[in-house]
């Protein structure tokens, strides 16, 4: 436990007293104290100190280096025995998916068509897919998994689109209907949004395979889901997953096809796909005619709020406004709406009843919203074209 500077009895110069436990100090010379960090752990729980000299620090230390590298084993022979079994392959693309693909309203970029292709090819091989498409936000790596989506479902195969989130999760669902409306193409969601009989109904629907594709949160992960036909996976925001939760899923599907999206994959990931473990497709190029993000920081200012939402409003444009203090939110939005009469202010965190998040969300997406004043329960992919401005409120107290 670091209690400042101090002298050493003696005399020694200026020293970082460290408290063990029984009240033990080790004093470290200012000159030495590269040779300290910080402790990080999970969660607010306070450490047990340990006894200076003792080996209980030694021993949790070895333990946890042993599951490391079991850890690590088992990460590597799982990618090996999927690189060594036989995967399904698919077919050439069906007859259908050309004018599928020519129903996108925007001009694919090179980047995206080579993302494309290289994921169609990686389908039509015998073994299974692990590929990595890393992009921006907005560069156009959804219409990448669309795409193989709609490959997989012409193939008589299903497919599972796994999220970090119920939100984003419900947004999936939501595009994934739309794109697919005039196709014969069943898209369900499973999430804590639908009730337990629309669960239900769902996974049975999975299981005879009347559902083609299934968008949801870790519960897809479940042994009470049980696939008909599966033939493609998709991971969005992969970093938002656990390392365990990615490799147990892989492990129950080692013979499916497996495509991951991120825009800041963790270093495990980008290393793995850097060695040749997975294989990898950059999407750097943005759409045409995307404007640079421009970034302002400033000392919080009223009339800097009010101007840069009333822009965004007079040009037919949405705001989201992040505030981290969940608490604070109904007071803020009162105030919003003195700063600026006639603005209509919706609001959104984790904390809200399902009916209740999903109600304020739809007001959003739909328009009828200018404000979403919410918490970073929006931080994960949220795709709404319309929304073109984001105020964080105390950057300072957000993480990176």
Partial sequence: LYEGLGEKPGGAGQCLLLQYANGARLYVPVEESYLVSRYVGVGKKRPMLDTLGGGRWERARAKAEKAVEDFAATLLRTAAEREAMPGVAFPPDHEWQGKFESEFVYVPTGDQLRAIADTKADMEKNRPMDR??????????????????????????????????????????????????????????????????????????????????????????????QFHHLGLVVIDEEQRFGVKQKERLKERFRRVDVLTLSATPIPRTLYLAVLGARDLSQIETPPPGRHPIETVVAEYDERLIREWIRREVERGGQVYYLHNRVAALPILASKLKLLIPGIRVAIAHGQMGESELEDAMGKFVAGKADVLLCTTIIESGLDIPNANTIILDRADRFGL
């Fill in 132 to 225: 990595l498409i890393c992009g921006d936000v907005g560069y156009g790596k959804t219409e990448v998994a669309i795409r193989a989506t709609f490959k997989s479902v012409m193939a008589g195969k299903q497919v599972v689109i796994l999220a970090p989130t119920t939100v984003l999760a419900q947004q999936h669902a939501r595009n994934l209907r739309e794109r697919f409306s005039d196709w014969p193409v069943v898209v369900e969601e499973l999430s804590r949004f639908r009730t337990v009989g629309e669960q239900r109904a769902v996974v049975q629907g999975v299981a005879d395979g009347s559902v083609d594709v299934v968008v949801g949160t870790h519960r897809l992960l479940s042994p009470d889901v």
